[in-house]
């Protein structure tokens, strides 16, 4: 079966530089979220999108934006990267078709940032 | 909101139950209860879900207190697969996506 992918894998980026991440959600799923996780940190919501409008927002930075796109791929932005910023960012998709909206997690994008 | 409460880690021998309690002492009529597990270098997956009555799956049980201030995930059979951070989150049912509140997770370490 398909599963969320995420690109690229692996990030290095220099503080100040910007970083833009990319989370293909599975087929037919129209719900993407962004979480960020520090290193020994449990995933923090960042933001979710339903049917390409934002639903819920959490600890996003305001460095940080996102989209969804009529594909209902999702893009996450980070501009003035900080050595903070390091971290694994997972997106998730679900479906609101299904009863209770279980999230499928990608393999993460894991960003360093020097 | 609603909160969880975990023991930070437990220990299993592999090919024995593993019991995971969770706390919720504070859990409302709309809350769901959802178990999600984390592997090493990997997402969270989802693995079982319950509103009152007990639950099966293939990767486990849900055993859900009468009063449903508690619930215990249930791995019939441990294996070092297994080994990974547990948690327990309150979720309502609703339309609207809604995110995933981690905390305070039980990491499960399995010994062969």
């Known amino acids: 079966a398909a599963g969320v992918i995420q690109s690229p894998r692996h990030l290095i980026k220099e503080k100040r530089e910007t970083a833009t991440l990319k989370c293909y959600p599975i087929?037919?799923?129209?719900?993407v979220y962004w979480y960020q996780q520090g290193p020994g940190q449990d995933p923090q919501f960042l933001i979710s999108?339903?049917?390409?409008?934002?639903?819920d927002k959490g600890s996003i930075p305001d460095r940080f934006s996102a989209q969804q796109f009529s594909d209902y791929h999702s893009e996450l932005n980070m501009s003035s990267l900080e050595l903070g910023d390091s971290a694994l960012y997972f997106c998730?998709?679900?479906?609101?078709?299904?009863?209770?909206?279980?999230?499928?997690f990608g393999p993460g994008t894991r960003l360093t940032v020097t | 909101d609603a909160k969880t409460t975990q023991p930070n880690s437990m220990e299993s021998n592999e090919e024995e139950p593993v019991h995971l309690p969770c706390n919720h002492s504070?859990?409302?009529?709309?809350?769901?209860i959802h178990w999600y597990r984390q592997l090493p270098s990997q997402g969270p997956e989802y693995v079982i879900h319950?509103?009152?009555s007990n639950v099966n799956n293939r990767m486990a049980s849900l055993a859900i207190a009468e009063d449903r201030k508690s619930s215990t995930l249930i791995l019939h059979r441990a294996t070092l697969r297994d080994a990974a951070v547990y948690y327990c989150?309150?979720?309502?049912?609703?339309?609207?996506?809604?995110?995933?509140?981690f905390g305070g997770g039980t990491r499960l370490m399995v010994k062969p």
């Open positions: 319950g509103l009152t």
């Open positions: 989150i309150l979720r309502v049912y609703n339309n609207a996506g809604n995110m995933l509140t």
């Open positions: 998730a998709s679900s479906s609101q078709g299904a009863r209770l909206n279980e999230q499928y």
């Open positions: 504070t859990i409302s009529g709309t809350d769901y």
């Open positions: 999108f339903y049917e390409k409008m934002q639903s």
């Open positions: 087929p037919r799923h129209d719900t």
